[in-house]
């Protein structure tokens, strides 16, 4: 066959694909449907993972674990300690302040409160010299915990460790929400992209039996099966193209509608700004995804109606 009749032929099963649409749009309309959440719920849970994911890492850089040193301390065992932390495994980076400097960090964070200040300025410095951690990550803190731990480096502090606990505490809460709603996605996908390949199915097989007329006199005139099976597959395909537009769609005007309504930044611990900088920056990138999400959904029900019904619907 040369590659002009090929070009020819495809053109005229997409033409084929593009009527039988237009033909079959009542029973489109409900497959149609279904992809769209389908594909609704697998773009909101992307933006909700990311959304979620970048307000653990802001959290977390806000996070450190603050050791208080003796006064008496020698300058061996402060810089032999520092050594020792900077090797465990959690830790990301270990900066040691001395009294001056943890002095003058006071200062600053309580710049707003003079009384506090012209205290601490009329007492000799109190303060004492401070390490403080930032961890790698919030999921195994207690290696840090177990060293500061140790009575041999007890020994060297004036006071407790100090934990960012509030922070830890909503890191947990986005995990454990980032965990649970991962799961409900994923299980909302599954369930509804079932749905969709059935209804896409059944409205294929409904399709063929329509026109098993046409279909046995085209047998009959010696054409072949993906000539045939063409047509219902481009027919899925554009269920799933505009499936997908309305998707992305519907995404976008709930992002607008929310940001304009509740007029803030973020909603719980949901960073609507972002989740909206995210989409908007990525939006074409989501599209392909969308698209070619719902192109795959449309052709393999296709595929597996067309396989199943037109070899014997047809005889």
């Known amino acids: 066959m040369s590659v002009k009749r090929r070009i020819v032929t495809l053109w005229r099963v997409i033409h084929t694909g593009i009527v039988n649409f237009i033909r079959n749009i009542s029973l489109a309309l409900a497959a149609m449907a279904i992809m769209v959440v389908t594909l609704t719920i697998v773009l909101f849970s992307v933006i909700i993972n990311y959304t979620f994911s970048h307000t653990i890492t802001q959290i977390t850089d806000k996070i450190d674990i603050s050791v208080y040193l003796n006064n008496n301390d020698t300058k061996a065992q402060t810089a032999s300690l520092i050594k020792e932390i900077k090797q465990l495994p959690n830790v990301q980076s270990v900066h040691y302040l001395d009294q001056a400097q943890v002095l003058a960090e006071y200062i600053k964070q309580n710049a707003s409160n003079q009384q506090l200040i012209q205290a601490v300025n009329e007492t000799n410095n109190p303060l004492p010299p401070t390490i403080i951690i930032k961890p790698s990550s919030l999921n195994n803190l207690q290696s840090i915990k177990n060293f500061l731990s140790k009575p041999q480096v007890n020994a060297l502090q004036t006071a407790p460790p100090s934990y960012s606990g509030q922070e830890k505490q909503a890191i947990d809460r986005i995990t454990h929400a980032t965990n649970v709603l991962q799961e409900i996605g994923v299980a909302a996908v599954v369930i509804f992209a079932v ?112 396989r199943r019904y037109l070899k014997f619907k047809t005889k």
């Not at 899925?236 to 537009?245: D, E, P, V």
């Not at 599209?287 to 597996?304: F, K, N, W």
């Open 195 to 306: 749905v969709s390949v059935l209804i896409i199915f059944n409205t294929i097989q409904m399709a063929i039996f329509n026109r098993r007329d046409e279909i046995q006199i085209m047998r009959l005139l010696g054409a072949g099966t993906w000539y045939i099976r063409g047509p219902f597959i481009v027919e899925s395909i554009i269920y799933g193209i505009l499936s997908a537009i309305v998707s992305v769609l519907i995404i976008n005007e709930s992002f607008q509608a929310s940001s304009a309504t509740l007029q803030a930044s973020s909603l719980g611990l949901l960073d609507i700004g972002y989740a909206n900088k995210f989409f908007d920056s990525r939006f074409l990138q989501l599209l392909t995804i969308e698209v070619g999400l719902g192109i795959v959904i449309g052709a393999v029900s296709s595929l597996i109606a067309t």
